[in-house]
């Protein structure tokens, strides 16, 4: 194996040539050094095809932005991506995690891989930091594997790492991670997180996104005892359960990708009760249906009163995509004592329109109607599992904003009588 070529960021920027796929990790693992050259020398991004995992809201660069004559393979939507959908720059691929990973790993040839990773160990390995999600589908198909080795990025434990002699060239970069602030919190969310968070016993294994409601669902749980974390994505919040004494063990948190600051990146590499899994593991539904009281913690734009589940589009404009929402919610309802938690306001932030609907009308389907055991709004609770078709109406219209439970009943009245 040829010796590993040292160079520069803006060596590799050089070496891009039209038609050429290149990888680009997404949420924490992207990086920000390899945008900044190629923002700085955006006639190396024409006819050059982007493609990863890239998060609104999260990820704020914006590739097909660089040049006019760049292209990108996207999962979710994102601002940059709908304008090339417009222009036919852009790919979209409409799948789930899983999905995503086996779209990488088979159907697209890598020209480019980036990673970025710590400085080799004593061992000549390298750590990925906090995101190991997708980058084993694509490292060793790459015909040209890139290493940025960033000082800030801290020495993670995971079930993945790269050799270092197994990259073609590594640039030194330091380097600001993704950070990502979910916002404050309010009285009437922690009243809401704290109904969620009844639903959560002793010794439960948890998945949860990220937000301002799913942070406060996790404060809401410190004084739980053994609990276990399975999820895609984990938070400073998650710390915070270790801290006060919620999370059983050491080993006790399985992640693909951890989000937050510079303080909670350096933890991450001294707390050994994180452990990080590309998608492969943490989103199989197989493993997670073989771990016992699985609890699947996730939000909705919106639900129906058939129990469906809208979780990224608005009025009909796709405004992200499904994620894991599909795998973990597969895995928890066959997992012995699992459940499925779907947590969402029972209204608009201006009180002006419902997230419990009548049906979809221009909504997307993330999650058929037999998916959610539990809807819950600040207004309450709504078990569906095991209840008539016409019960779990009336339990979801329980659970709106009282403001809009008399039109749901006649709405529901005449879905009812054309059922």
């Known amino acids: 194996m040829a010796a590993v070529q040292r160079c520069t960021v803006e060596e590799i920027v050089a070496s891009l040539r039209p038609g050429m796929t290149v990888f680009v990790p997404g949420v924490s693992g992207e990086s920000l050094a390899f945008h900044a050259a190629l923002k ?113 990025l801290p020495r993670t434990r995971g079930s993945w790492s790269i050799a270092y002699a197994t990259a073609d060239a590594a640039f030194e970069a330091d380097s600001a991670l993704v950070n990502f602030d979910a916002g404050g919190s309010s009285e009437t969310i922690e009243r809401h997180a704290a109904l969620v968070a009844g639903l959560v016993r002793d010794g439960d294994t948890l998945e949860f996104g990220v937000g301002k409601l799913p942070g406060a669902i996790l404060a809401s749980l410190r004084d739980h005892r053994d609990l276990r974390i399975w999820s895609g994505m984990v938070t400073p919040q998650v710390a915070a359960l270790v801290d006060a004494g919620a999370v059983a063990a050491e080993g006790a948190i399985d992640a693909g990708v951890a989000l937050g600051d510079a303080a909670f990146y350096e933890r991450l590499g001294q707390d050994r009760a994180f452990h990080f899994r ?96 539990y809807v819950v709004t600040e207004h309450g609770v709504a078990a569906l599992r095991g209840l008539s078709i016409h019960e779990r109406a009336r339990a979801l219209i329980a659970v709106a904003a009282p403001a809009f439970r008399e039109s749901l009943e006649a709405r529901w009245a005449d879905i009812a009588r054309r059922l």
Not at 62 to 76: C, N, S
Not at 97 to 124: E, K, M, T
Not at 358 to 373: I, Q, T, Y
Request: glycine fraction near 10%; charge should be neutral; aromatic fraction near 6%.
């Open 40 to 152: 700085a020398q955006p006639e190396f991004a024409a006819g050059v095809r982007f493609t990863g995992l890239h998060f609104p809201g999260i990820n704020r660069t914006d590739y097909l932005g660089l040049h006019a004559e760049a292209r990108q393979r996207g999962y979710v939507m994102t601002p940059g991506l709908r304008a090339g959908l417009a222009d036919g720059r852009a790919e979209l691929v409409p799948v789930d995690y899983p999905a995503i990973y086996r779209d990488l790993a088979s159907n697209v040839a890598v020209d480019l891989a980036i990673a970025q990773v710590s400085a080799p160990d004593a061992d000549g390995n390298c750590s990925l930091g906090p995101s190991l999600d997708f980058h084993p589908a694509v490292w060793s198909k790459a015909r040209r594997r890139v290493l940025h080795i960033n000082s800030r």
């Open 278 to 373: 590309p998608v492969s593991e943490t989103h199989d539904v197989r493993r997670i249906a073989a771990i016992d009281n699985f609890c699947a913690i996730n939000s909705a734009v919106e639900v129906d009163l058939f129990g469906q589940v809208n979780a990224d589009s608005l009025n009909g404009k796709l405004m992200a995509g499904v994620g894991g929402l599909p795998a973990f919610v597969a895995g928890a309802q066959l997992s012995n004592g699992g459940r499925s938690i779907v947590a969402l306001p029972a209204a608009t932030d201006d009180g002006r329109f419902t997230r419990i609907v009548g049906s979809f009308d221009r909504g997307m389907v993330a999650l058929p109607r037999h998916c959610a055991d």
